[in-house]
């Protein structure tokens, strides 16, 4: 009776990383999927990508909060620069054709081979791989529950952009998870 209790609002420490409090997380974690779903609603009825791309940002950065690991710190800073990066893309409606400029079709990333186009949907295409990473290699509930959201979101910003290119990436992915199982 005399020990004292942890309290999940409390920081603590396992291994080399800080645990985040959870007390308002599964609170947090609702808000930014909702608005995340909001961004994937609006930007597929108005056939703007900006939409999910801007209200992904406040998943992705709750994201990189709660990690604690190097590898998925890093992870989830990275698919939070390539999102910001993205809205810059969008904003400016930059067409750059990877394909041409690489003089390949596919390139490996992070041990995933992402086929390749106009720049814009290999951004997504990175954050989705990104939060793959983030899934496998995190810990906690949370941030796994965040990794979903952003890579459910990352799949409808590249129909947004280009829905052909999703339909190949959709069969590119489930193919890569079938050899992977």
């Known amino acids: 009776m005399g020990e004292k209790q942890s309290d999940s609002s409390t920081k603590s420490q396992i291994g080399s990383y800080d645990v985040k409090p959870t007390k308002y997380a599964p609170h947090i974690c609702t808000g930014v999927s909702i608005v995340a779903l909001i961004g994937i609603i609006v930007g597929l009825s108005t056939g703007?990508?900006?939409?999910?791309v801007v209200l992904l940002l406040p998943a992705a950065i709750y994201e990189a909060y709660r990690t604690g690991g190097k590898s998925t710190k890093a992870s989830s800073i990275l698919l939070m620069l390539i999102l910001v990066l993205e809205m810059f893309l969008i904003l400016f409606n930059v067409d750059f054709n990877l394909v041409e400029f690489l003089g390949t079709t596919e390139k490996n990333i992070a041990g995933y081979w992402v086929p390749l186009g106009d720049i814009k949907?290999?951004?997504?295409?990175?954050i989705a791989i990104l939060s793959v990473i983030l899934f496998t290699r995190t810990r906690g509930r949370f941030t796994r529950w965040l990794a979903v959201t952003i890579f459910?979101?990352?799949?409808?910003?590249?129909?947004?952009?280009?829905?052909?290119?999703?339909?190949?990436?959709?069969?590119?992915?489930?193919?890569?998870?079938?050899d992977r199982i």
Do not use: R
């Open 121 to 126: 949907v290999v951004g997504p295409t990175a």
């Open 48 to 52: 703007n990508a900006l939409w999910p």
């Open 152 to 178: 459910i979101t990352s799949f409808a910003i590249v129909y947004t952009i280009d829905p052909d290119i999703f339909s190949e990436l959709f069969k590119y992915a489930i193919n890569e998870g079938l």
